[in-house]
């Protein structure tokens, strides 16, 4: 019989929202919405080696700090497969960042993913990937993306996938203004800008299926065309520092560029390596971002790379 595994180490992508289209409010409080995720070559790794109990330890190659006590999601996804499974093993837990901290890209979001899949591993439970996947929709609606990677599109909250057809390689400069904006708080204050734009919110979005043409037919004029994220307006309202870093990206040759997510990272479309690096060294030049990145997509979701 094979001993039991001591140690299991997993990674999971950093993701964009090509498109995230909100709609109304559902019973449980809960926007609608429509959204073209791509996880992107920023990836959180998650070791996770046998102990008597959980702990926390993180490393990161970005700035930014998170708290290591029971709210965060790589400890609450661990409590979460222990009550799924009744199981009330532990585990010493080390989490090495790569993703922009509260920038909007899921960092969190892959760490609980990576942190189930090490886990389920680790522990034997062997829910297998769909469960999993369920198990994470309950942290939130990034988790089971983070699992999936590549391209997908969500519905519901986001947590409904489907995968998109791409082909060629996506390039994006990540620009990182500095500060951190509060998702709750974005929702709240698009929630007030439709409201006094007297604007009705669809029971169900609906995206631009031009940018699931210009994924699959590799068209990256008609991708940039297609970019759009509803919550960008309320974004710009809490952070005065993004808007000049869209126009910035523009004015200096990007194909295009937006808030991810619920920002602030802001997501420029380009061509290749060399321009992304031509960009960034404007933004920085002009004192509008802390930090630029690099990234590809579409990256593959949650994967393990040791395991012993």
Not at 2 to 17: M, T, W, Y
Not at 225 to 240: C, E, K, M, V, Y
Not at 268 to 281: H, K, M, P, T
Request: hydrophobic share 45%; with cysteine; glycine share 10%.
């Amino acid at each position: 019989m094979a001993l039991p595994l001591q140690r299991v180490v997993v990674r999971a992508p950093g993701k964009i929202n090509l498109s995230l289209m909100v709609g109304a409010v559902d019973d449980r409080g809960y926007h609608s919405l429509a959204t073209v995720f791509q996880a992107v070559d920023l990836y959180e790794t998650v070791t996770a080696t046998r102990a008597e109990e959980l702990s926390l330890r993180m490393s990161s190659d970005v700035p930014g700090e998170l708290p290591l006590d029971g709210s965060n999601l790589a400890l609450r996804a661990a409590e979460l497969l222990r009550q799924e499974c009744g199981v009330d093993h532990g585990a010493a837990l080390h989490v090495h960042k790569q993703v922009p901290i509260a920038g909007g890209m899921g960092g969190g979001s892959a760490d609980a993913a990576a942190t189930l899949v090490a886990l389920d591993r680790l522990w034997g439970t062997h829910l297998g990937a769909e469960r999993l996947r369920r198990l994470g929709a309950q942290l939130g609606a990034d988790v089971p993306f983070a699992m999936l990677g590549h391209t997908a599109l969500g519905r519901g909250n986001g947590a409904d996938l489907t995968t998109v057809l791409t082909h060629g390689e996506w390039t994006w400069l990540l620009a990182v203004p500095g500060g951190h904006l509060s998702t709750p708080a974005v929702f709240r204050r698009f929630d007030e800008i439709a409201l006094a734009a007297g604007r009705s919110l669809a029971e169900h979005p609906q995206l631009d299926e031009r940018q699931l043409q210009a994924l699959s037919g590799a068209n990256i004029e008609l991708l940039a065309d297609t970019l759009h994220n509803d919550l960008q307006i309320a974004a710009f309202a809490l952070h005065p520092g993004l808007e000049p870093v869209v126009e910035a990206a523009e004015r200096l040759g990007a194909q295009a560029a937006l808030v991810s997510g619920s920002g602030p990272t802001v997501a420029v479309l380009v061509e290749d390596e060399a321009q992304a690096r031509s960009i960034g060294a404007g933004l920085m030049r002009d004192s509008l971002v802390e930090t630029c990145l690099v990234a590809r997509g579409s990256a593959p979701g949650a994967s393990v790379l040791e395991e012993s």
